[in-house]
């Protein structure tokens, strides 16, 4: 019989800065660790960050799939004008509504992408928290 513990996983991984307004990061924080679906993600900044109407920031949780090369989004957020995210605190990022978006298979690279909108915004950094559930 095949070992199937854990059922649930939580990766995390530390994300930088991108301490410049109008640039962006794409980051790469772990590979799927067995055939999965994603439950929840979290980003913990390391300072606050304060939406804008126009000029702001996205971040998202894109699934590369085993080649690298894939661009599906699993989750993201958009700090638009009333989204805020308080310092060293948690801030859900919110799960396409698509299932199958949610759906990794073992080896599946995970990438964290922060993009800015506008003129944007700056983004401090911090940890990223993803959990997932063994299909």
């Known amino acids: 019989m095949a070992d199937t513990a854990p059922f649930v996983k939580v990766i995390e991984a530390d994300v930088p800065s ?7 990061d794409d980051t790469v ?3 799927a660790p067995f055939a999965c679906t994603v439950t929840a993600v979290e980003y913990i900044p390391e300072a606050a960050i304060t939406g804008a109407a126009t000029n702001n920031r996205t971040v998202s949780l894109v699934n ?3 080649a690298g090369s894939g661009t599906t989004t699993v989750a993201t957020l958009n700090f638009d004008n009333g989204i805020t995210a308080a310092a060293n605190n948690e801030r859900v990022i ?4 698509t299932a199958a978006n949610l759906v990794l298979a073992a080896g599946d690279t995970l990438q ?9 915004i700056t983004d401090p950094g911090g940890l990223v928290r993803i959990t997932v ?3």
């Open 94 to 97: 919110p799960l396409s509504g």
């Open 112 to 120: 964290w992408r922060s993009v800015h909108v506008g003129t944007g």
């Open 18 to 24: 991108v301490s410049t307004a109008g640039n962006d």
């Open 133 to 135: 559930s063994r299909s």
């Open 29 to 31: 924080l772990a590979q």
């Open 64 to 66: 590369k799939g085993q």
